[in-house]
């Protein structure tokens, strides 16, 4: 079961590419190394050589650009991890637990500070896209809207114990023992979804 893709935007010129490429490196380290995504435009623009204007224009203020800096951060590097395969899904669930933990400290900053209400839309619209597929395969047959408010119910479901355990658990964060988490808390779901299935009552 695969990730459904992002929307893809239209094509960028290079120069943007690169300026844009820049500025979420920028915004990962300053973010990761200071604890706090309160990062000075200025700060932001120095590291990622462009000027204060690039920032402006491209992303038209600083949580817009730090918040996109942490969803290109999950497509980069936790979606091609999801790819391929079709085994259950403790892979999927420890590559995604390994994510978030070895960048605890920029989604910690990112959850606690000034965009963590952007944040965590965006994250719950990220993992929506993981979790559609797999309310399809959970709940079978449905109309469009029943999959989208499913997929919302349960991303945000995740989102916020994800959020919770980048926020609060105790260092060094465990992704196996958090992979079990999810894993058990996914067990619950099927069970229910199988009792129905076979016409008994949950």
Do not use: K
Request: glycine fraction near 8%.
């Amino acid at each position: 079961m695969h990730p459904e893709p992002p929307q893809v935007p239209r094509p960028l010129d290079r120069r943007v590419q690169r300026s844009r490429a820049a500025l979420f490196s920028a915004a990962v380290r300053l973010v990761s190394e200071r604890g706090t995504a309160a990062i000075p435009v200025t700060d932001l623009a120095a590291v990622a050589d462009v000027s204060r204007q690039v920032i402006y224009v491209q992303f038209g203020d600083r949580e817009s650009l730090l918040v996109e800096a942490a969803i290109d951060l999950v497509r980069r590097e936790l979606f091609p991890q999801l790819e391929g395969g079709t085994e259950a899904g403790r892979r999927r669930a420890l590559a995604t637990a390994r994510h978030f933990a070895h960048h605890r400290s920029f989604y910690r900053a990112m959850l606690t500070g000034s965009c963590a209400f952007a944040m965590t839309r965006a994250l719950n619209g990220v993992l929506g896209s993981l979790q559609r597929p797999v309310m399809r395969m959970l709940f079978g047959e449905l109309d469009q809207a029943a999959v989208e408010d499913l997929t919302a119910f349960f991303s945000g479901g995740m989102a916020a114990v994800i959020n919770d355990w980048l926020i609060d658990g105790e260092d060094p964060l465990d992704p196996e023992e958090f992979t079990d988490r999810l894993l058990r808390l996914m067990s619950v779901v099927t069970a229910g979804q199988h009792l129905r299935a076979d016409g008994g009552h949950v």
